[in-house]
């Protein structure tokens, strides 16, 4: 278990780094990365790489920000987007929070729900991320301008 965890402090801290350290605006940046997000947390079954690499050329966007950004959905994660899509679908369905558990009949109703509330989640913390980055990104810059500055001579 320590493996695991130091396996993925390293892998944000990779992604941090990374991020900081693109020459592209950082708000083409943060877009990037917002968009690797929502297409990591959404349902695309194995083609989101190829995904984020399409959108990013067609907008000439950054594609490597948005592999990143793809990162969010991983062997942690995963469960709790997972459950939350769900549960914030079903309380868009059904106007209520309540687990109804798993029935053939019911699958139907479960995919819609969980589709629903992944859209949102997924719109949700793709704007999250957009913001986040492009501060980071902006501060980061900034604190880096006025550590080169020089005092200037009288």
Known sequence: MKKKRRDLKSLFKYIYLKLLRFKDSPEKIALSFSIGVFIGIFPTFGIGGILVILISYIFKLNYIAGLLGTFIMNYVTSPFFWALSYFVGEFIVSGKLE???FERSSLKGFAISYLI????????FSIISYFVVKNMI???RKRKKRGRQTPSSF
């Open 138 to 140: 902006i501060a980061y």
């Open 99 to 101: 687990w109804k558990g």
């Open 117 to 124: 509330g992944n859209l949102f989640v997924s719109t949700v």
